[in-house]
């Protein structure tokens, strides 16, 4: 296949249609201690796709635009293209020899690299449950290239900030809690971790950090996918309900709502 007559059409907002048939590999785990350094200025980017006209047409068309890629048909493959240090992964639901939401949770353990959901399945269940689990942008096929460049783009851009604000070793106390920006984890007034989805650390932080002052529903959909298409203020109002749960012993309310408006954080001390 011409990978570059193909890409050409893609340049013009290409709709790619997608199939399924790939070779599977035997069953390799990462292993995140065996990860090595990608050359410099060059992010790594994983395409885990089993139709391989749409692979070949991912991979040729984020090589041209200065990615270093690898393409994976199941995973197998991907768990074993992991073993090297890897910036993104753009990831099926459907795979030949499992889950992708499941691949996704093993990905977010053993790797820093940030997902994108990359499918064909479309309904709110799968989109909300694939940005709880751990994508940073859901997106449907048909692909739509240029777009799909500017959220990988923006998911590096925004992963290259947070670590660096993770080198200030910020911490938040508010009320019986504490928010460890550079870990990404919660902690109880015993100390203990208090369990974390993505999206919900995330819309935590971003009312942590928002000082008491109340935060739209628009702006938390922003926060939690960076696209405003992918999810809608459901998805908040979820996420709000889930914290909430969590966040129970002092017997205040952490989040509260303001009408009209959005949510705020009820408690802001700082450390």
């Not at 199939?19 to 992010?43: F, K, Y």
């Not at 991979?59 to 890629?69: I, M, P, Q, T």
């Not at 200030?168 to 106390?173: D, L, R, V």
Request: hydrophobic letters at 40%.
């Amino acid at each position: 296949m011409n990978v570059r007559s193909q890409d050409s059409a893609s340049r013009s907002d290409l709709n790619l249609q997608t199939g399924s048939q790939a070779h599977r590999i035997s069953n390799i785990v990462a292993d995140s201690a065996l990860q090595e350094l990608r050359p410099i200025g060059r992010e790594r980017l994983i395409v885990v796709e089993d139709d391989p006209v749409t692979r070949t047409m991912l991979v040729g068309y984020f090589s041209e635009n200065n990615f270093e890629v690898v393409g994976a048909g199941t995973c197998a493959e991907c768990r074993q293209a992991l073993r090297a240090r890897t910036d993104l992964v753009f990831l099926d639901v459907q795979l030949p020899d499992g889950d992708g939401f499941e691949l996704a949770k093993e990905i977010q353990a053993t790797s820093n690299a940030g997902i994108i959901f990359v499918t064909r399945r479309d309904t709110d269940v799968d989109r909300i449950l694939g940005l709880e689990i751990a994508g940073d942008h859901y997106v449907t096929k048909p692909i739509n290239l240029r777009d799909l460049l500017a959220r990988a783009r923006s998911v590096l851009r925004r992963r290259s900030i947070d670590r660096k604000a993770a080198r200030n070793h910020n911490s938040i106390a508010f009320g019986d809690w504490i928010i460890d920006l550079t870990r990404r984890e919660l902690l109880g007034s015993d100390g203990k971790p208090v369990a974390l989805t993505r999206a919900e650390f995330d819309l935590l932080a971003a009312l942590v950090g928002a000082d008491g002052r109340p935060l739209s529903r628009d702006y938390l959909i922003e926060v939690v996918s960076n696209r405003q298409a992918e999810v809608d203020i459901r998805t908040v109002d979820a996420l709000v309900a889930r914290l909430r749960r969590k966040l129970v012993g002092s017997g205040t309310p952490v989040i509260a709502t303001v009408t009209g408006v959005g949510y705020k954080l009820a408690l802001s001390e700082r450390l």
